[in-house]
């Protein structure tokens, strides 16, 4: 089983940053693949960013040129610094992580962008 465990969302003007943060129990050099996922009200959950532990990353087009994933794979943790933020990023963000044979979830970290 992993556990994940997130910190730094938040409340922001637009323009401003955060960076999320997201520490799996298990090595990160076991996990092949980690992420972001966000929902916001009444929508479906969606991914924002990928990150093999390669380091070959994989954003939605939304958030492009604002965010950018990273991970320590000692550390097990994968990070996600967020620029630029507009209101339409707010929603809850979830950590995720791909395991054998099923995929791990974060509680969810919301981030809320005011205008």
């Known amino acids: 089983q992993v556990q994940l465990v997130e910190s730094g969302g938040g409340l922001v003007q637009t323009g401003g940053s955060l960076r999320l943060s997201c520490a799996a129990s298990?090595?990160?050099?076991?996990?092949?693949?980690m992420g972001w996922y966000r929902q916001a009200p009444e929508k479906q959950r969606e991914l924002v960013a990928t990150?093999?532990?390669?380091?070959?990353?994989n954003y939605a087009d939304s958030v492009k040129g604002r965010f950018t994933i990273s991970r320590d794979n000692a550390k097990a943790t994968v990070y996600l610094q967020m620029d630029s933020l507009k209101p339409e990023d707010t929603a809850v963000y979830y950590c995720?992580?791909?395991?054998?044979?099923?995929?791990?979830w974060g509680q969810g970290t919301q981030v809320t962008v005011s205008s």
């Open positions: 298990r090595s990160g050099f076991s996990i092949r693949t």
């Open positions: 995720y992580a791909e395991g054998i044979g099923t995929d791990y």
């Open positions: 990150i093999t532990k390669y380091h070959n990353t």
